[in-house]
């Protein structure tokens, strides 16, 4: 739902009350963004939220230019901690949407991150998943900023 109060768009949150909770261990060298979206597949996740944690040999995520409103993809080739990885599966057009943030430390304590994309390695991972069995997220194109956003 929406609401709108004077020019400012609100979304309405809903609680869902049926969940299912499930960890898995992904394998080593495979693609983290593949290996997401198997899970979801073999779990048949509408809506749900995830989180991982483990280390990559290789990174491959973007950063979204806000002003071009293109993606700009960023690679490292090196031995990576996963510091943080969260996201959301909603679908778009029939179809399921795996939607991760990613940050990544090298050995000197530097971190980058973005957008999770196809190209990451599974040095190790631990998958957290949350399917909420009861609700439905739908993602449309929002022209204002040029993504794919959560929308009623």
């Known amino acids: ?3 709108i109060v004077d020019g400012w768009r609100f979304m309405l949150a809903f609680t869902p009350e049926k969940t299912e909770f499930s ?5 080593f060298n495979a693609d983290l963004l593949d290996s997401i979206k198997d899970v979801v597949e073999m779990e048949d996740v509408g809506a749900g939220a995830f989180w991982v944690i483990g280390a990559v ?55 980058f991150g973005g957008h999770l994309l196809e190209g990451t390695k599974i040095f190790s991972a631990e998958l957290m998943l949350l399917k ?21």
């Open 23 to 27: 960890i898995y261990r992904l394998d």
């Open 57 to 111: 040999s290789k990174a491959k995520f973007s950063f979204y230019d806000q002003s071009s409103k293109k993606y700009l993809e960023v690679s490292r080739d090196e031995p990576l901690e996963i510091a943080s990885c969260i996201g959301n599966v909603a679908e778009m057009e029939g179809r399921k949407v795996v939607h991760a943030h990613v940050v990544f430390s090298n050995r000197k304590g530097e971190a």
């Open 1 to 3: 739902m929406l609401l």
């Open 132 to 152: 909420f069995k009861d609700l439905k997220l739908r993602r449309s194109f929002d022209p204002v900023t040029g993504l794919n956003l959560l929308s009623p």
